[in-house]
Structure formats: C-alpha cells, structure tokens
C-alpha cells in the first residue's frame, strides 16, 4: 500500500502529544531522535518532522499528504488548507497583551500602537475588521519582551497557561481566536492515499471516543 506523508512539528507543544496520538492509534514509529524522516512498521506511513511555520506550504505543495498542526498556524498561513479532524489537545489562543499597567478600554486603544507579533495575519484581518490601524513589528520568537525593552506598545501571541505573559507584566485584553491541534490535509493528496488517510481517520476518532 501507498505510505502516506504525514508531517509533525520537530520540537516543542505539539510534538509529543502528536507521537501519542498516533501511539493510541496502534502506529509505531521507528524514532530515531536526531533523524527528520521515520517511518511506521505497522501502518503505511511516514513520518516527517517540521517546522510549524513551515507545514502549510508542504501541504499546498503536496510533498507531505496530511499534517497535525495547531489551528492557528493555519489561519496564519493556510486558510486555504482543508481540516479533517480537530484533534482535542494542545489547546491554545491567539490574544493581544498590553503591559500590566497600562488603562485598557477597548480594541479601539489599538489604533495607532506598535504591537510585536508572530501571528501578522491574523492581528491585521483581527484588527481590519474593527475598523484599527496599528503598526506591526513580526518576530518571530521570544514576542513577549518587547514591550520591556521599548520594541513595541503591546503584543500578540499563544496563549497557553498565561504564565509567559504573568512573567513579562503582561495582560491579555483581547482574545482574536482558539485554536487546538488538528488533522490537515493537501489539497493534492492522491486517491489512492486518501484510502489510507480514512483508515487512519477511523483510528483517530476511536481514540478521540475513548479520551473523552
Ligand atoms: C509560546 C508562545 C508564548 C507561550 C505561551 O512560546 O509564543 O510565548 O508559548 O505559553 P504560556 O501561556 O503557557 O506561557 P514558546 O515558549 O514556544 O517560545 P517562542 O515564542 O520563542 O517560540
Ligand atoms: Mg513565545
């Protein structure tokens, strides 16, 4: 049977919990740490670790089949990417943070301010629609110091525990999405691949029932 190219975040949130769920699927997975390329000796699959950033345009090409990514990287990078499944964990927002002690009324406080993001898209379709003009700084790590070293007036990043933003004397005064991990799939995957992928869609809601 035709592998199917599955893509999974190489480092950080979602890569553990992306192994996991495809565990409880029954796939193993030969794992080679250093390695970017594994694949699966029970389950016609193989596994290609990523940059998140990155996956979107590896779907539209259709060098990898499917992928398990957060929400939000596709809303920044790949609205026209289809999800098939939304997958439960690695919950998350999307949120603009001003510092502690600045007075917030409304988005409205936006207009005209330097806000740091990793999320362009998102803060400009966010704000575009609330009739804002602010200026934006993209970077692509670390956002939450610039407001303390004089780089921006406010921020817009993940939100998980909250405890990155706590510890920069941030607070979030607007909430633009939520996001969670999901099933993506590329628009060029093959017929006979898209066997595997409902195959493997079976699976995925099995565990998904039984989590619950
Ligand atoms: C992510 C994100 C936020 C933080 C949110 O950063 O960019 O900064 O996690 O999580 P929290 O609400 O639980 O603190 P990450 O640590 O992945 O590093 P990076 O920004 O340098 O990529
Ligand atoms: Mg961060």
Same mark, same amino acid.
């Given at each position: 049977m035709t592998k199917i190219r599955i893509a999974i975040q190489k480092s950080g949130r979602l890569n553990e919990d992306s192994l996991r769920i495809l565990k409880d699927c029954g796939i193993s997975i030969d794992n080679g740490k250093d390695q970017l390329k594994a694949s =699966? $000796?029970?389950f016609p699959m193989e596994v290609f670790y990523l940059r998140n950033g990155d996956i979107p345009q590896y779907l $539209?090409?259709?060098v990898v089949d499917i992928a398990i990514i957060g929400e939000n990287v596709l809303i920044e990078k790949g609205e026209d990417i289809a999800v098939a499944e939304k997958l439960g964990f690695s919950k998350c927002k999307v =949120? /603009? !943070?001003v510092p502690k002690a600045v007075k917030y009324d409304s988005v409205k406080d936006f207009e005209g301010k330097r806000i740091a993001t990793s999320y362009p898209n998102t803060v400009k379709n966010y704000l575009k629609e609330k009739g804002v003009n602010a200026d934006l700084h993209i970077i692509s790590g670390s956002v939450e110091i610039a407001p303390n070293i004089g780089l921006a007036d406010a921020i817009c990043d993940i939100v998980s525990s909250g405890s990155t933003l706590f510890k920069n004397n941030l607070k979030e005064v607007e909430?633009? /999405?939520k996001s969670e991990a999901v099933l993506a799939v590329s628009p060029k995957i =093959? %017929? %006979?691949r898209k066997l595997v992928l409902q195959k493997l869609q079976f699976r995925i809601q099995s565990v /998904?029932? !039984?989590r619950q």
């Open positions: =699966s $000796r029970n $539209r090409d259709g =949120s /603009l !943070a909430v633009m /999405l =093959s %017929e %006979e /998904l029932k !039984a």
